[in-house]
């Protein structure tokens, strides 16, 4: 890594819309400032242990864990930049298409970015829940235990968030970037938070 390059870590919930957006905005930043960006699995099926769920969420909590364990099998086997590849491939049957993440899905979204389909295999396989649950926490460890999805960090410092509706683009992304990197960089600075007044806009 160059050391004018900022490295960015992200940590995103594959069926989390507020990490969705967070995630496309990044991809923006990509593009017009100096990043280093890598991507970690965390889960809110993990959060949501020993949660009394609404009965809604019961399902939600369920179908999480296979594309989280598939998400991990692939950064293992293939690299950080393939679970890159498969949370946009997961994003675009889930957050646009309305589709759930079931076996079908993730056989579709490993075939787009070209790996090997038979590493669904993993979404049954409970094998990956050590390695998923030590990516969950070393975001969560950074941040404090009371927060969600999705973690950015700069510059190895870390918040929850940043949620927002709709995604920032171009210069606005770059713009917003710049701030939270400046905000990352003040000592003693810990939180800034108001009321969500709108649903996540994912188009």
Not at 60 to 78: F, L, S, T
Not at 95 to 108: F, K, M, P, S, Y
Request: proline fraction near 5%.
């Amino acid at each position: 890594m160059e050391s004018n390059r900022i490295p960015v870590d992200f940590w995103f919930d594959a069926m989390c819309p507020w990490s969705w957006i967070a995630s496309r905005w990044l991809l923006e930043v990509e593009h017009i400032r100096p990043v280093d960006l890598r991507w970690h699995v965390m889960s809110w099926s993990i959060l949501q242990q020993g949660v009394d769920l609404l009965p809604e969420h019961v399902e939600i909590v369920r179908q999480g864990w296979g594309p989280a364990r598939v998400a991990i099998a692939v950064e293992q086997q293939h690299g950080n930049a393939e679970l890159g590849a498969l949370y946009s491939a997961y994003g675009k049957r889930y957050q646009h298409q309305g589709r759930t993440l079931n076996r079908a899905a993730i056989v579709d979204s490993l075939a787009e970015i070209g790996l090997p389909v038979d590493l669904a295999e993993a979404a049954e396989d409970k094998d990956y829940d050590d390695a998923l649950l030590a990516s969950h926490m070393d975001g969560m460890d950074r941040v404090g235990y009371e927060v969600g999805t999705p973690i950015l960090a700069i510059n190895g410092v870390a918040y929850f968030g940043p949620v927002m509706s709709p995604i920032p683009r171009g210069e606005a992304a770059g713009r917003l970037f710049d701030g939270l990197a400046l905000v990352s960089g003040t000592k003693g600075f810990f939180e800034l938070k108001r009321s969500r007044t709108r649903a996540p806009i994912i188009r």
